[in-house]
């Protein structure tokens, strides 16, 4: 991975350009609403074994232990129950459910970033909230 090649955007599309057009019109073809009936008709022929068919499979499981999060409204999650969680979304999203520390250059620093799921141009943080943030 090559320090130039990350895009801090929060959008970012390398290839084509996409106009508003794109995102909001009914047209069944080169449009976003075709390119969601297009997946949705490969999961739908998929043998089982999709993400959306796992996700669909643990839904439950995976909404009882959001839920248990927050049971107690006045004491924060347990870190490790906040750790399990993010790992079982990770996974459900189909990202690794481990994280990793990545490293880069930002300018002429070294830039180390704990808590990192790199796949596929996508990079996913796992941060700790904070009550104030210092100078």
Excluded: C
């Excluded at 080169?30 to 043998?47: E, G, N, P, T, Y």
């Excluded at 906040?82 to 999203?93: E, F, N, W, Y």
């Amino acid at each position: 991975m090559a320090a130039a090649a990350h895009s801090y955007d929060s959008l970012f599309n390398g290839e084509e350009f996409i106009s508003e057009h794109f995102f909001t019109s009914g047209a069944t073809t080169q449009s976003f609403h075709a390119a969601v009936l297009r997946l949705r008709k490969q999961w739908d022929a998929d043998d089982g074994s999709s993400l959306r068919e796992m996700f669909l499979a643990d839904r439950a499981a995976w909404e009882s232990q959001l839920g248990a999060l927050f049971s107690d409204p006045d004491a924060p999650p347990a870190p490790d129950d906040v750790a399990a969680t993010a790992a079982t979304t990770r996974a459900h999203l189909g990202f690794a459910s481990e994280t990793s520390t990545w490293v880069t250059a930002r300018g002429e620093a070294e830039l180390v970033v704990p808590g990192v799921v790199w796949q596929e141009a996508v990079l996913l943080l796992e941060a700790t909230p904070v009550s104030s943030v210092g100078a």
